[in-house]
């Protein structure tokens, strides 16, 4: 069992207790598996509890940067748990790349037809993933998907919200605690733009580019050929001085962006949903 390294409230305690209980009680589970904070404790309590009988499940796609991928590889092995990398096709779906206000259905679609597959072909019980509380009050299409194909979502069923993921992730001594959140690439594109593997790819780029100089929470949002950037917005005023702007911008042309801006209200996360 992680030991716990650092206060958390009764309400915390008593959250991370149902949680153990829940998941100790199951024949196995497969996890899907991000490599964020929410499905790494998820990942992590069903190992911790279970052992052998949990496998983490990664969908590998365009969509997700090759970042993220080694962060979870090397979460997974940090945690012990057997991880596991299927490739998911929801690039080839027009209701993915045509990029519909629900998207993230057919995303979820595609993810959970691998999970499901794979935890009945192997024997594990069920399909947990890391949706919490705060995820529930959010535009997230992708959870019916996940709902209809039968996947639990625990850290929701005892009421964790983001803030009690962080708290709890950091009282286990879990070296990500504190990891900005990374939704897909695909979250970039405003709804009705095409979504296609080289776009993603040039997104992904210049969001390398800019962690490079220091800013670690970062989003370029693609509208046709122009990159908006976004960043905390205490970040604005130093922007100017971590980076190059005429490197800045004759990188982001060679990637294929013609037109680069950065926005004044800073990161604001979800911000295309509005």
């Given amino acids: 069992m992680f030991n716990q390294l650092e206060i958390l409230s009764d309400e915390q305690i008593e959250k991370l207790t149902k949680v153990r209980n829940y998941i100790k009680k199951l024949n196995g589970v497969c996890v899907a598996y991000s490599g964020g904070v929410d499905s790494s404790l998820v990942a992590s309590i069903a ?35 057997k991880h596991v ?42 399909v947990l993933d890391g949706v919490n509380l705060d995820d529930l009050k959010d ?26 993921i962080r708290d709890i992730s950091k009282a286990l001594g879990f070296p990500w605690w504190d990891k900005p959140a990374q939704p897909c690439l695909s979250s970039r594109f405003p709804y009705g733009h095409e979504i296609t593997q080289k776009r993603l790819k040039m997104v992904e780029r210049a969001e390398e580019y800019l962690k490079r100089g220091g800013i670690s929470e970062v989003r370029v949002r693609c509208q046709g050929a122009t990159a908006r950037i976004e960043i905390p917005h205490n970040e604005l005023k130093s922007f100017f001085n971590k980076y190059d702007v005429e490197d800045l911008i004759n990188y982001f042309s060679d990637l294929g962006f013609n037109c680069t801006s950065l926005d004044l209200e800073g ?8």
């Fill in 47 to 81: 190992f911790e509890q279970l052992g052998s009988k949990v496998v983490a499940i990664t969908g590998v796609s365009p969509a997700l940067a090759d970042t993220l991928l080694e962060e979870a590889r090397s979460q997974a092995q940090w945690v012990g748990i």
């Fill in 85 to 126: 990398e299927i490739k998911t096709s929801e690039l080839d779906q027009d209701d993915y790349s045509k990029n519909p206000v629900n998207r993230c259905f057919a995303c979820k679609k595609e993810l959970h037809k691998h999970t499901t597959h794979f935890s009945k072909k192997f024997n594990y019980e069920i």
């Fill in 139 to 164: 535009f997230r299409p992708g959870i019916q998907a996940a709902k209809q194909a039968g996947v639990i979502s625990p850290l929701a069923k005892f009421k964790f919200s983001k803030r009690d």
């Fill in 267 to 274: 990161l604001v996360s979800g911000k295309l949903n509005r």
